[in-house]
């Protein structure tokens, strides 16, 4: 597949839904392992508080969202996977509550399994949807806000079908004020090399298959989508980016520019 810019990736048939059924297949099979720090999860572990530092990094320039509603903050966690940032962003002081969705039943199920075995994570402070962006609507009790303060989907964009319309989904969630906050990896011959033929079939610390090089996408893309896409004109502040790079034996740790060349989160405030 090509390495120069294009717009984000449409892969389907069906173009309203975001949701791959091999790729829930995949995950569906990962389901036991999801909280087992040394296993097939690993590296998803290690990013979690990478994660919490770029949005506590987001809401310091956040105009005029600098301090956080009395209330505390309203998450919505989509592609929530097993719940490791949900339920981490749930015990936060700063939180109200998390909402977690995702279209793969034995990893929500894993999910909730390890939230109840902590007295202080209520259905009130987080509760799992078995639902997609596109279904959020139909599973929300009647009367209840459908924009959020922060809306997260990390490692997920790079696992759907029709990467635009499901950010756009996203981006509809989110609460004028608030903000869109995503993780992903660029397209490029070194994310080639180092995602798929180093993690995935040399060292083994990612589930070979986990990936398709041809759905990463480039943060000049996600730029320019946010910046110029339908819709979206006028609507979004100046991108945050920040790359970082996994060292084997060190764990993840950012480094100005890797966002050209591989894995990187990625925010906007909705203004």
Not at 3 to 15: D, F, Q, S, Y
Not at 29 to 44: E, M, N, V
Not at 208 to 223: F, I, P, S
Request: glycine residues 8%.
């Amino acid at each position: 597949p090509p390495l120069h810019h294009r717009p984000l990736h449409t892969t389907a048939p069906n173009p309203h839904s975001s949701v791959n059924p091999s790729e829930v297949s995949h995950f569906n099979a990962l389901a036991s392992t999801w909280w087992d720090a040394h296993g097939s999860s690993r590296i998803l572990h290690l990013m979690n508080p990478l994660r919490h530092d770029f949005i506590a990094a987001c809401l310091a320039t956040s105009t005029p969202f600098a301090t956080t509603p009395a209330a505390g903050l309203r998450y919505l966690d989509v592609g929530c996977g097993g719940g490791i940032f949900a339920e981490s962003a749930a015990r936060l002081p700063t939180t109200h509550s998390v909402t977690a969705v995702d279209p793969t039943p034995n990893v929500l199920a894993v999910a909730r399994r390890h939230a109840a075995q902590d007295p202080a994570l209520t259905k009130k402070k987080l509760r799992y949807l078995p639902a997609t962006i596109e279904t959020l609507g139909d599973v929300l009790p009647p009367g209840e806000p459908s924009e959020f303060d922060i809306v997260t989907c990390f490692e997920v964009v790079e696992h759907v079908d029709h990467a635009a319309a499901f950010l756009d989904q996203c981006g509809a969630a989110v609460r004028p004020g608030g903000w869109l906050v995503l993780s992903t990896i660029a397209r490029t011959w070194t994310s080639w090399l180092t995602t798929k033929v180093v993690a995935e079939d040399v060292l083994g610390v990612v589930p070979r298959g986990t990936h398709d090089w041809h759905k990463y996408v480039n943060e000049e893309e996600l730029r320019a989508h946010f910046a110029e896409g339908e819709g979206n004109r006028g609507r979004w502040g100046p991108a945050v980016v920040r790359g970082v790079v996994y060292v084997p034996g060190l764990g993840w740790k950012e480094v100005r520019g890797s966002e050209k060349v591989g894995n990187y989160f990625f925010a906007a405030q909705r203004l």
